[in-house]
């Protein structure tokens, strides 16, 4: 493990998250905010702190990042998805570890389009037979 600046990006839904690590303290900075501060629900912190827990590397690298796009939601999951590819770049031994727990994945799924003629994506209208 070096001391150089690793990148890589990650997308879910509508979000894209640019990540960079450097050997660190463990510091999470995302759009100049910190995880706890960006964002408020436990849950997405638990989904950006999982890739780091499954390689074991909390506390021991700096993570800077930059999302945009979409909700809070998605810019989590995007999150994960590109620090997960950083770990995989920056230590290739981490790469199936990360692999196993589905991390390196891109998450495809999307937001369903409202069709015409009906309220929603499944949704219709009530049925009035008179």
């Known amino acids: 493990m070096s001391d150089k600046l690793f990148y ?5 839904k509508e ?18 905010r910190s995880l ?3 964002f408020a629900r436990e849950s997405w912190q638990k989904m950006v702190d999982k890739p780091l827990e499954v390689s074991g590397v909390q506390g ?3 993570i800077r990042a ?6 809070l939601s998605g810019q989590a999951g995007a999150l994960s998805h590109g620090l997960a590819r950083a ?5 290739s031994a981490l790469r199936p ?9 891109r998450d495809d799924r999307m937001v369903e389009r ?16 008179r």
């Open 8 to 12: 890589a990006t990650g997308r879910r």
């Open 15 to 32: 979000s894209a998250a640019r990540v960079w690590v450097t050997t660190g303290k463990g510091s999470i900075h995302i759009n100049g």
């Open 36 to 38: 706890q501060d960006y």
């Open 60 to 62: 021991k690298i700096d």
């Open 66 to 71: 930059t999302v945009c796009g979409g909700g």
């Open 87 to 91: 770990l995989a770049q920056k230590d």
């Open 97 to 105: 570890l990360l692999k196993k727990h589905l991390l390196l994945r």
């Open 114 to 129: 409202k069709k015409p003629g009906q309220p929603g994506a499944r949704k219709r209208f009530q049925y009035s037979k």
